[in-house]
């Protein structure tokens, strides 16, 4: 874990697609450029879909790891405009 300096922490395992990019985005939207943000999802679509959808917004997805209880933890570098 300490490869990275989180600012901040977002857990969308509670809400569906396509909620669970907009709650990430809004997460995103509040740091600073360069700032990183953990983002905990569900496998399937969240996992499918989130990361992909920060990679087409222009952020940087810096690692994505199991958690072994059907969650992930996404890593993402905020790039600004």
């Known amino acids: 874990m300490g490869e990275f300096k989180i600012n ?3 857990d ?3 809400v569906v697609c396509p909620t669970t990019f907009v709650k990430a985005k809004i997460a995103l939207e ?3 450029d360069g700032e ?4 905990r999802l569900n496998d399937g679509e969240p996992v499918q879909n989130v990361p992909r959808s920060i990679k087409e917004e222009g952020h940087k997805v810096l690692k994505l790891s199991e958690n072994g209880d059907g969650t992930y933890n996404l ?4 790039v600004g405009e």
């Open 36 to 39: 990183i943000l953990e983002i």
């Open 75 to 78: 890593i993402v570098q905020k």
């Open 30 to 32: 509040e740091l600073d």
């Open 12 to 14: 969308i395992t509670d």
């Open 8 to 10: 901040d922490k977002v």
